[in-house]
């Protein structure tokens, strides 16, 4: 609860220091004006029924000073507020992307519990400023409601009794209606993410083709409606039941109100208080009622704000117990990355990565060798995928050779993919080890290890920024080298893919661009290429099925250009993904995979002659070819 606290204050204080310090400000004077008005307006009733029409008039102009101060005041509060609502919400979200991209391995994004606690947490990130500025209202009002107190306590203590023994039922229904929407909001998350996956399947132009084709737009607009359906009457409900418990809170109130009016009207009969008294007790309680109930939802939206704080402590946490570089540079690496990420120039990411490596050092940890000796060895390794029961992966001992081209093979499903992401250390194996030169992968930060490799995975993606930033960003620091990105691009054999674009290497692409232009998928996969070929000397380079929208010599062509550069380069290691034969007999090492388990291994002669699976895997695309 105090970490959490300090956790809400700290990012507001962050946000802007001279701003947070004239908002308390604003709101210790707000409270004070408040407070002044009820005394004026005694002091006002008890000189004009004494018959001082002079004194009365100035104590009437102080009240209506002070009343005119207070909304003065309140608006001010307000528009500071929002714009540093604004502020913080967009600080937290660049954290929240920083701290989930920044945790090395991807297991994370395919659990349903972590994803439902970010989407909660990315909705409320605007909110939590006003947590702040709620924590500063119960402050305010509480300090108002004080000095009511005390006010009116001198008029009687039994009045005080009957107004202050309303607040405190109130609070505590006011609370538990707050806790409703939330667990409401929490509980239909899951429902709320299918609804929105399905809704933008719909809308989405990568999708479009096979939906129209499919006619399924009615339907999943229909599934996407129902579920919608699901979660507003869950939202709905909750907020009905909130609503009811506010109104039960608000009774209370007006019930003590009531009574403690009339308790002072009868002390005013009796002779033993003032009329001034009966004005004051009016005016305070009024004050009291609106304060109180202002103070209850100040008091909920408190309570979300810490809810939404300790979701990020969470998400802090959890990037720092999975990223060693994190672990040791406390609450600012990670404002310190994002600064790194949205920074666009090639200076200024050097320097940040210099800074970086630094914080590294200090974290400890083995570095990867500057060049292979004997290669990558996995011992008896297996996986499992996390939220899974059925290993993907069973007992693969294998030894990837310092220089060699690698081809995995296999029917679809036998786990070529994921034998590459725990090679690349996108997840961590169930059992046995993955060896670098002997040295376990796992002692190895991530981080070092993701910057000696390349990869193009199946599902590359299209970023749609200009041609040459598209490429350029499979090595950041060199991100605005030309020079470095026209390399890349004729490593891959991409070079004309740019040179046919209307502004070359500065044509904006894709959709997201007002005029971007449209490529076609064998040209995005030859940016992926490229892209991958930005960095110059990785130690491993994957080539999981980029080039399936290639022809069969073209991606011999580029296997055997890229095959040729690794063995030039430091003893790299290349592992090609491919189900098409012609490139995979240009491997030196051939592994096949069935099941999760490696059944066949060598050479392509060799494993002809051996008349396994491999041999009928090649006779069936053979006859597959002829036929
Ligand atoms: N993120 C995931 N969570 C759970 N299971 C997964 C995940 N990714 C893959 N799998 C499962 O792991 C198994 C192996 O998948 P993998 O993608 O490694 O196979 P593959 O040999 O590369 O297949 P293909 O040739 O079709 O690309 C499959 O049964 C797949 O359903």
């Given amino acids: 609860m105090t970490a959490t606290l300090r956790t809400l204050l700290t990012l507001a204080w962050r946000t802007d220091r001279r701003a947070f310090l004239a908002l308390v400000a604003f709101l210790a004077l707000g409270a004070v004006s408040q407070g002044l008005v009820g005394v004026f307006l005694r002091a006002l009733t008890d000189t004009a029924t004494a018959g001082h029409g002079v004194q009365a008039s100035l104590w009437g102009l102080a009240a209506g000073a002070a009343l005119a101060t207070g909304v003065a005041l309140g608006r001010a509060e307000l528009a500071l507020m929002e714009e540093l609502a604004e502020r913080m919400g967009l ?69 005080t009794l009957l107004l202050g023994g309303a607040v405190l039922p ?18 239909t ?7 929105q996956h399905l809704s933008e399947s719909v809308t989405t132009p990568r999708t479009a083709k096979e939906i129209r084709l499919s006619r399924a737009a009615p339907a999943l607009e229909a599934m996407a409606a129902q579920r919608w359906e699901e979660v507003s009457a869950g939202l709905s409900r909750a907020r009905v039941r909130a609503a009811l418990l506010t109104f039960a809170g608000s009774g209370t109130f007006l019930a003590g109100y009531v009574s403690a009016l009339g308790c002072t009207a009868w002390l005013a009969a009796q002779g033993r208080a003032t009329a001034g008294d009966v004005v004051l007790v009016a005016t305070v309680g009024v004050q009291f009622v609106t304060q109180a109930s202002r103070l209850a939802f100040h008091v909920g939206s408190v309570a979300a704000g810490l809810r939404a704080a300790a979701r990020l402590t969470w998400l802090r946490a959890y990037a720092r117990t999975h990223d060693s570089a994190l672990a040791e540079s406390g609450d600012d690496a990670p404002r310190a990355r994002a600064r790194a990420a949205t920074r666009s120039h090639g200076r200024d990411h050097g320097r940040e990565r210099g800074r970086e490596r630094g914080r590294e050092r200090a974290a400890g940890g083995v570095e990867p060798p500057e060049s292979f000796a004997q290669g990558i060895t996995l011992r008896n ?6 939220g899974t029961t059925l290993p993907v992966l069973r007992g693969i001992d294998l030894s990837l050779p ?32 993955i060896l670098l030169d002997g040295v376990p992968l796992r002692d190895m930060p991530a981080v070092r290890w993701r910057r000696r490799i390349s990869a193009v995975f199946q599902d590359w993606v299209p970023f749609e920024l200009t041609a040459a930033e598209t490429v350029g960003i499979g090595d950041l620091p ?54 991958a070929s930005m960095r110059e000397e990785p130690l491993l380079l994957v080539l999981d099925e980029p080039t399936a ?64 699976v491999y041999a009928e895997l090649h006779a069936i695309q053979r006859a597959a070819a002829d036929g």
Avoid: N
Avoid at 170 to 187: F, K
Avoid at 381 to 386: D, K, M
Avoid at 405 to 430: D, E, F, M, N
């Fill in 381 to 386: 390794v297996s996986f499992t995928y996390p």
């Fill in 402 to 433: 310092a220089g060699a081209t690698v081809a995995l093979v296999g029917s679809h499903r036998s786990g070529k993919t994921t034998l590459a992401k725990l090679l690349c250390g996108l997840y961590q194996p169930s059992g046995g080890e």
């Fill in 170 to 187: 109130s609070l505590l229904v006011r609370g538990r209606a707050a806790r409703h929407v939330d667990a409401a909001t929490e509980g």
């Fill in 91 to 159: 600080s937290v979200q660049e954290e929240i992307l920083t701290l989930t991209s920044g945790v090395p391995t991807i297991e994370h994004l395919e659990r349903p519990a972590y994803l439902d606690k970010l989407a909660t947490l990315r909705d409320e990130s605007r909110q939590l400023y006003f947590a702040v500025w709620a924590l500063a209202l119960v402050a305010e009002h509480a300090v108002q409601i004080g000095l009511g107190v005390v006010l009116i306590a001198a008029v009687h203590p039994l009045v």
């Fill in 189 to 195: 998350a899951e429902t709320a993410r299918l609804e």
């Fill in 549 to 612: 929208s290639l022809d069969a010599p073209a991606e011999s062509a580029v296997f055997a250009r890229y095959a040729q550069a690794a063995r030039r380069h430091r003893a790299a290691i290349t592992l090609l993904i491919t189900h098409r034969f012609p490139t995979v007999r240009m491997a030196d090492l051939i592994v096949v995979l069935d099941g999760g388990r490696i059944v066949e291994q060598g050479g392509h002669g060799e494993l002809m002659a051996r008349a396994g």
């Fill in 478 to 531: 060199r991100m605005d080298d030309r020079a470095a990105v026209k390399q890349a691009l004729e490593r891959a054999g991409a070079t004309e893919v740019v040179a046919g674009l209307p502004r070359g290497p500065d044509t904006e692409l894709g959709d997201s661009f007002e005029g971007g232009v449209k490529l076609s998928g064998g040209q995005w996969q030859r940016l992926a290429l490229a892209r």
